[in-house]
Nanobody
Framework: EVQLQASGGGLVQAGGSLRLSCTVSGITFDDYAIGWFRQAPGKEREEVSCISRTDGTTYYRNSVKGRFTISSDSPKNTVYLQMNSLKPEDTATYFC??????????????????WGQGTQVTVSS
């Protein structure tokens, strides 16, 4: 069974940092693109970042460019999202997903993607 476990969320003040982790099991880690998505109350889920494990392609939403960095640790089957200079607008539940569509200028859903449970990020002003 494919399982994704997201962790690392919490409460942080504006300007602070958090590092989210997504640990993947049940699939060959290096064969899949991994992405981060987020959803705030009353808003649509939106893409945040992704990384392709086959060619290293990364994508960042415009509003997080320069602040967030995605990385992977293959031996640990883990993808990280380092979030710096956090803003209240970043407050949301963050989800990781595997086998999503990941290009340098686009990230989207696949009919055969896999989702983990979310981790809450709250940024206070």
């Amino acid at each position: 069974e494919v399982q994704l476990q997201a962790s690392g969320g919490g409460l942080v003040q504006a300007g602070g940092s958090l590092r989210l982790s997504c640990t993947v099991s049940g699939i060959t880690f290096d064969d899949y693109a991994i992405g981060w998505f987020r959803q705030a109350p009353g808003k649509e889920r939106e893409e945040v970042s992704c990384i392709s494990r086959t060619d290293g392609t990364t994508y960042y939403r415009n509003s997080v460019k320069g602040r967030f960095t995605i990385s992977s640790d293959s031996p640990k089957n883990t993808v990280y999202l380092q979030m710096n200079s956090l803003k209240p607008e970043d407050t949301a539940t963050y989800f990781c997903a595997a086998n999503i569509i990941c290009h340098s200028d686009y990230v989207g859903y696949s009919p055969h993607d896999f989702w983990g449970q979310g981790t809450q990020v709250t940024v206070s002003s």
